[in-house]
C-alpha cells in the first residue's frame, strides 16, 4: 500500500453491514492509511457495525441520525473532543418509504417527498455544515448518487428526484467551501447487491439488465468504488470538485442497451 491517505482521519456514515458501499469505502481508505470514526443508526445496526469498526482498527463508533439534531450534536462534540480535526466526511444516506418506489411516480405523498429529500438530501448540507469548522486544513466531502437522478429508473421513483437534488447540493457545496479548501464530490454507483438496494423492487432485473449491457460487462464492486473514493481523498484529487463520477462500468454511456439484447 502507498498510504494514500497517512494522517488523514474520516467521518463514514451509512455502512450497515459488510456488503454496504459505505464499508467497501471505509475499507479502501484504511487501507490506504486513514483513521476512521463509524456511525450506525439504531443499536440493531450498531451490533453489525462494532465488529466491521474493529476489523479496521475503528475506535470511534457512535449512534447518528440525520433526522435528529442532537445524535449530530453528539457526534460532532466526540469528534471535537478526540480529534480536533478531520479531513474526510462520506455521506452514504437515502431513504424514502419503499411502498411509494413501485407505485405510480404520480402518487407520491408530500410527507413521503419531504422525509426522502431531507433525509437523501438535505443531510448533506447539515453534515457539511457541521464538519467544515474541523476541516482547518481543507478536506473532502463525499457522497452517493445513482443514475436514476438524470434519467427514468424502473422503481426509483422519488429517490431519483432526491439524488437530482442532492448533485445539484455537490455543485453548490463545492462553490460554496472551495475558499476553504474543502472538495465536494458524489459517485454514481451501478447497481450493487447492498443492504438498501434490496429494498428496492426490480433489484435483481435491474441488476442483470445493467450487467449484461454496461461496455465493461459487470456492475461495480466495492473495491472499485472504495478505490474511488480513495482516490478523490488523496492528494491526487486534489483539483477535482463538484464532480460526479460514474463507476458502473461504463452503463451510463449508453442510449439504447447492446445490439444483441434488442
Known amino acids: 500500500m502507498s498510504n494514500l491517505l497517512h494522517k488523514k482521519r474520516g467521518l463514514v456514515l451509512g455502512v450497515a453491514n459488510e456488503r454496504s458501499i459505505a464499508w467497501g469505502i471505509a475499507r479502501a481508505m484504511q487501507a490506504e492509511g486513514a483513521e476512521l470514526a463509524l456511525t450506525y443508526q439504531g443499536e440493531a445496526m450498531g451490533r453489525r457495525v462494532r465488529p466491521l469498526a474493529a476489523s479496521i482498527r475503528s475506535e470511534i ?8 439534531d442532537i445524535s449530530l450534536d453528539k457526534v460532532f462534540a466526540e469528534l471535537t473532543a478526540k480529534w480536533g480535526s478531520l479531513d474526510i466526511l462520506v455521506h452514504a444516506i437515502a431513504f424514502s418509504d419503499k411502498n411509494e418506489l413501485s407505485g405510480r411516480f404520480i402518487n407520491t405523498t408530500k410527507d413521503n417527498f419531504q422525509n426522502s429529500l431531507a433525509i437523501s438530501c438535505y443531510s448533506l448540507i447539515d453534515l457539511s455544515r457541521r464538519a467544515k469548522p474541523l476541516m482547518n486544513n481543507g478536506g473532502t466531502i463525499l457522497t452517493l448518487t445513482f443514475q436514476g437522478s438524470n434519467r427514468v429508473t424502473p422503481y426509483y421513483n422519488v429517490m ?19 475558499r476553504d479548501g474543502i472538495r465536494v464530490n458524489a459517485i454514481s454507483p451501478g447497481p450493487m447487491k447492498t443492504l438498501a438496494g434490496a429494498a428496492i423492487a426490480g433489484a435483481r432485473s435491474t441488476f442483470r439488465f445493467t450487467e449484461a449491457n454496461a461496455p465493461l460487462g459487470s456492475n461495480p464492486t466495492l473495491e ?22 460514474a463507476v458502473d462500468g461504463g452503463f451510463h454511456v449508453l442510449g439504447m442497451p447492446q445490439a444483441e439484447n434488442i
Open 224 to 245: 472499485a468504488i472504495g478505490g474511488t473514493a480513495v482516490y478523490l481523498a488523496s492528494d491526487y484529487g486534489r483539483c477535482t470538485t463538484g464532480e460526479i463520477i
Open 160 to 178: 431519483g428526484v432526491a439524488k437530482a437534488a442532492l448533485e445539484s447540493t455537490v455543485r453548490y457545496l463545492a462553490n460554496d467551501l472551495g
Open 61 to 68: 463508533v457512535l449512534p447518528a441520525d440525520v433526522t435528529d
